[in-house]
């Protein structure tokens, strides 16, 4: 990839490690700016070091994509800090295999429900 996703936008979850981070290295090799999410603050610093280290424009998004109003602030901050978003990239491992919604909670929402009731 020379520079060909010069002006191009990527946010990428599961940014921190495996599949996630070697998919915002290689791709602001390409020009890519990148909005690296992920729960590891100090993998995110370390990600910052490495992609502007490459010229490319970064901004660091501390997330726990569980939670759903966390999950918007990383569309709202890469846009913020973009002007927008041109391919997502969905690297984070799935909440499933980390913890189980609490259905015992009064009132939870129908994303809870039926999460819980797929498994």
Same mark, same amino acid.
Request: glycine letters at 10%; hydrophobic letters at 45%; aromatic letters at 4%.
């Given at each position: 990839?020379?520079?060909?996703?010069?002006?191009?936008?990527?946010? *990428? #979850?599961?940014?921190?490690?495996? *599949?996630?981070?070697?998919?915002?290295?290689?791709?602001?090799?390409? =020009?890519?700016? *990148?909005?690296?999410?992920? !729960?590891?603050?100090?993998?995110?610093?370390?990600?910052? @070091?490495?992609?502007?280290?490459? =010229?490319?424009?970064?901004?660091?998004?501390?997330?726990?994509?569980?939670?759903?109003? @966390?999950?918007?602030?990383?569309? &709202?901050? #890469?846009? @913020?800090?973009? =002007?927008?978003?041109?391919?997502?990239?969905?690297?984070?491992? &799935?909440? @499933?295999?980390? !913890? !189980?919604?609490?259905? #015992? &909670?009064?009132? %939870? =929402? %129908?994303?809870?429900?039926? !999460?819980?009731?797929?498994?």
């Amino acid at each position: 990839m020379d520079k060909e996703f010069a002006q191009k936008v990527l946010l *990428i #979850t599961g940014a921190t490690s495996g *599949i996630g981070k070697a998919t915002a290295l290689r791709f602001a090799e390409a =020009g890519a700016s *990148i909005a690296a999410v992920g !729960r590891n603050e100090a993998a995110l610093t370390d990600l910052r @070091e490495q992609i502007e280290g490459k =010229g490319a424009g970064f901004v660091a998004i501390p997330a726990d994509l569980f939670l759903e109003e @966390e999950a918007g602030n990383a569309v &709202s901050k #890469t846009v @913020e800090r973009f =002007g927008g978003v041109d391919v997502l990239v969905n690297a984070a491992r &799935s909440v @499933e295999s980390r !913890r !189980r919604p609490d259905v #015992t &909670s009064a009132a %939870p =929402g %129908p994303h809870v429900l039926e !999460r819980a009731q797929e498994s």
